[in-house]
């Protein structure tokens, strides 16, 4: 651990790693900050889920609608978490 004193304008050096870096500063509390470099992804790059998702086969397509259709009957552990529920929320 290293001490540093500010200067009048409450600035701090940074060790020479932090140079030309992003840093996201946290305010823990009146005494206590934490300074981290920041991993900045550009906001063309940012992709969203649906971008990204494979879209389903037409054999599991097909399986998920017949599911849909005609559901499976409930086995055990469903019928009972169905009666835990009941029995907390009415």
């Known amino acids: 651990m290293e001490t540093r004193s500010t200067d ?3 600035r701090i050096s940074l060790p020479k790693s932090f140079a030309n870096a992003t840093v996201i500063v946290e305010q823990l509390s009146d005494t206590e900050i934490r300074i981290r470099k920041a991993v900045v992804i550009p906001e063309a790059d940012i992709r969203f889920y649906e971008e990204t998702a494979a879209p389903l086969t037409d054999h599991d397509r097909d399986r998920f609608l017949d599911l ?23």
Do not use: M, S, V
Not at 68 to 90: Q, T
């Open 68 to 90: 849909l259709d005609k559901p499976p009957a409930p086995n055990e552990a469903l019928k009972r978490a169905a009666r835990k529920h009941a029995a907390r929320h009415g």
């Open 8 to 10: 009048a304008k409450g």
